[in-house]
């Protein structure tokens, strides 16, 4: 027995269970996964965490240091390690959801994610170094071919059908996994852990059972919302009574619409307070208005790439009231609700007015985004605290709604990305001016919003804004000038400068030697300097070594590329 396990053993459990508590929360499966296979007594701790957080592994994993040069030969041998561990965990899990391992691993998970599972199964190194070990045994129930595999020699080998059928083998797992902890929650008289499923690509026939499976269910993410029907709202009533939160990646069906109004419709009432919709084609008036069924709970709602249908129906949504996050995204961008259907326009402003507890707010593609912003700003009872308005307005003509963010002074975070062709001094200096004067900005994007800011309004920027964390631009001919005044911000952590730089090695030095121990960690991008002024490899080796020792810090730097410059080198 070494000394460091000697050491180990003489721990008090409570402190192991500290230990690895922490390296649960930091996510570290490649530490959890050491200390569950190192001793009884780490194991006790270990595993069930392990379980909790695999649905973060990966090829990459944590293991490989890749600050060090590594061979091909030796970078591919440290992921197929790392393939092997992320097998592993899967592997235990399903095979104790059958009864055949020592510890119940499928007990222990807090989140089901068949996603994790659907992207080992499609790695490359998997399927040329550890599908067949996987699959052996009496894992083999759970491997279906295509009907028309292509062969393939393994190591040992022996031929195999590369392509297997994912979507069943999903759907045997998924029946196995949750099967068994149900039927072992019932038998022990306790609680199933899982809270929390991605299942997939899943059927709407199968997704009512499993969810009636999970009492403690309280998120679902869906790859295709589609999927959901009063089924499967009927399933959640009777069996889910914690579940309230919602993801789906697309709803592909055109006649979605329906069917999800339904579903939400028939969910109990004032039971969701989460909806993200990634992309919305189902999504139409019906839902819009079926979504008034949880008018009193509903406080995240993220509707990305709605219809013109659904677009020219917003107003539908004027019930839902106690929204705190809000983030809309116009697929089209056409619609234009104050000039073609002023009476949803009106109703959406009043409504966003009367949502008093809102404080993030998106709008994407939005026309009308400056009109209904302009008077939302302006209201005395909004108060945000997160303000993106992006692919949506020209900076030109856009003073009103410029001078009215500056009423906003409870924002933290900013993100602008106005189109400013044929912008005029006037309107670069009311926004800046209006932007001034939020002083409790932690966050500022002004990217291509800012194209044509010079030095002079980044160094107004920085002199009144002394509590940003992270400040985005880009801008031409920024020079040194510009480093006294960001040097002010003591709390910044990330600094991404895509504006047409001309610094020299000499100015960023300068403005590293001003770093503050709160500047911790500082990332810094320098991504478009003039070529004329390039600085030499050595300088910038000093310039990275410097800000490493200073703050631990990141600097990264490109050179300004004319566009098309790329293509003209590669037909020269």
Sequence with gaps: MTASLRAELSLPLEVLGMVCDELGHKQDLGALFNCAVSSKQLAQPAIPLLYRVYNYSNTEGGDADFSKPQTFQARKEQQIRTMSKW?????????????????????????????????????????????????????DQFLKAQETPIRKRTRKGNAIGTRIDIPVVLDLVGESITK?????????????????????????????????????????TLWDGAVLNEDAATAINTHCPRFNDLTFFRCSREAADSDLA???????????????????????????????????????????????????????LQDCLALETLALKDYH???????????????????????????????????????????????????????????????????????????????EALRLTADPEAAFRDDIDTLVSSVCQLSKLTYLDLCVTSDYF???????????????????????????????????????????????????????????????????????????????????????????????????????YELFKEAGSEEDSDSD
Excluded at 282 to 298: D, R, Y
Excluded at 349 to 364: A, Y
Excluded at 384 to 405: G, I, W
């Design 454 to 556: 010079r030095t002079a309004e980044i160094r107004l920027l920085a002199t009144n804004l002394k509590a940003l964390e992270v400040l985005k631009f880009t801008g031409y001919d920024i020079t040194d000038d510009v480093w006294y005044s960001i040097s002010g911000l003591h709390k910044l952590r990330a600094l991404e400068i895509q504006a047409v730089t001309s610094f020299s090695a000499d100015g960023i030095l300068s403005y590293i030697s001003t770093l503050q121990p709160t500047n911790q960690g500082l990332n810094l991008l320098v991504a478009n300097q003039n070529a004329d002024q390039d600085i030499s490899d050595v300088e910038k080796a000093i310039i990275q070594d410097s800000i490493a020792e200073k703050v631990d810090g990141k600097f990264e």
């Design 180 to 220: 068994y902890v149900s039927v072992a929650a019932t038998k022990q008289n306790s609680k199933v852990a899982l809270d929390d499923i991605a299942p997939g690509d899943i059927s709407s026939a199968v997704l009512p059972r499993w969810i009636g499976r999970l009492s403690q269910l309280r998120s679902m």
């Design 87 to 139: 097998a592993l965990l899967w592997k235990s899990v399903i095979r104790s959801s059958i009864g055949k391992t020592a510890y119940p691993y499928a007990q222990f998970l807090k989140s089901l994610d068949l996603r994790n599972f659907t992207y080992l199964l499609e790695d490359t190194l998997f399927r040329d170094y550890g599908m067949e070990d996987f699959f052996a045994g009496d894992m």
């Design 333 to 411: 961008g056409l619609v234009n609700l104050e000039a073609t259907e002023n009476d949803v326009f009106i109703e959406v402003v009043e409504w966003l007015k009367r949502c008093q507890q809102l404080k993030e707010l998106s709008l994407d593609r939005f026309v009308s985004a400056p009109e209904i912003l302009t008077q939302i700003c302006l209201n005395s009872s909004t108060q945000l605290r997160k303000l993106e308005v992006v692919n949506s307005y020209s900076l030109t003509d856009s003073q009103a709604f410029h001078r009215a963010l500056s009423q906003q002074t409870t924002l």
């Design 262 to 316: 339904a579903f939400f419709g028939a969910l109990k009432s004032d039971s969701l307070e989460s909806l993200n919709a990634l992309s919305a084609e189902g999504i139409g008036p019906e839902t819009l208005l079926a979504l008034n069924n949880h008018s009193k709970s509903l406080r995240r709602l993220k509707i990305n790439g709605l219809r013109n249908d659904a677009m020219k129906k917003l107003s539908l």
